[in-house]
């Protein structure tokens, strides 16, 4: 089953929340004193502080619903000084210090089929809703909490009050998260080493090729990054084959070092031009 996760000190998390509980679910429990939700093969729970905060949501719902959990979905705000108005992805766990809950060099295992198919899903809705060129959509680097031990993603509203609460904006959630299925693919897995926070050039990897992205660690957490803490993200990426790097931000140096790493892990590098164009 596929678990979704929604915040209640969290608008844009309420925001979607809203949307989704339109269409047609069954109460089927409580927990944190929440209703929890199912329509077919998701549930829907809620917690009452930032999820980013609770740990082990996926065992827990596992063992009051005595059900097996496949993947988490996170629904969130994304929160930036800049306040542009944004759709994003991610996958989370802490590649070094866990100052924004999980825990520290400690990531979750990603989602790469579900999460890829939600960015290409998210650029549907946000042409089909007229929000085109009003919302930046992107993934976002591998960043915080909480941990579970779950496939995760999460997917986000940014970046201010006026966007966590646009209600056009969560309708293109909700409607992602529910159409998402039509846009898994079987391609191959990379993990992506470098870049920046929102990660223009995995995203425009996801727009025109056939792969499925992982985690991505960025140019900020390179500092972080050794061999256990690779080790660490190829473990955490289900059917990791290629690494791929964001060569503008990373030197030579680094590059040599998780290439040799990587041979290790039977993990190919990979350019653009080595994959199959989507």
């Known amino acids: 089953m596929r678990l979704i996760v929604s915040s209640k000190d969290d608008d844009a998390s309420q925001n979607i929340l809203d949307h989704l509980l339109k269409l047609d679910w069954k109460k089927i429990d409580e927990w944190k004193g929440n209703p929890v939700y199912k329509k077919r093969d998701d549930l829907i729970a809620t917690v009452n502080r930032h999820h980013i905060y609770v740990d082990d949501v996926d065992k827990e719902l596992e063992d009051l619903l005595d059900v097996d959990i496949d993947h988490v979905v996170f629904i969130s705000k994304h ?21 924004f809950g999980g825990k520290e060099n400690k990531v979750v295992p990603a989602a790469p089929s579900e999460m890829t198919a939600a960015l290409r899903t998210l650029w549907e809705e946000t042409r089909e809703h007229g929000l085109e060129g009003e919302y930046d959509v992107s993934f976002e680097a591998t960043h915080h909490g909480p941990y579970l031990e779950a496939p995760t993603y999460y997917i986000e509203i940014g970046s201010d009050k006026e966007s966590w609460n646009d209600e056009r904006a969560g309708q293109v959630i909700a409607d992602t998260v529910m159409k998402v299925e039509e846009n898994y693919r079987d391609d191959d897995v990379v993990v992506c080493i470098g870049g920046g926070h929102y990660a223009p050039r995995y995203t425009d990897l996801a727009r025109n090729n056939a792969v499925s992205i992982g985690h991505m660690v960025p140019g900020w957490g390179m500092k972080y990054l050794t061999k256990d803490s690779f080790d660490e993200i190829v473990e955490k990426t289900p059917d990791v084959k290629y690494v791929y790097f964001d060569r503008s931000s990373t030197s030579g140096k680094e590059r040599k070092r998780v290439k040799e790493w990587a041979k290790e892990k039977d993990l190919s590098v990979v350019r653009s031009d080595d994959l199959d164009d989507l």
């Open 79 to 99: 929160s930036s000084e800049a306040g542009i108005h944004s759709l994003t992805v991610h996958p989370i766990g802490n590649v070094g210090e866990a100052k």
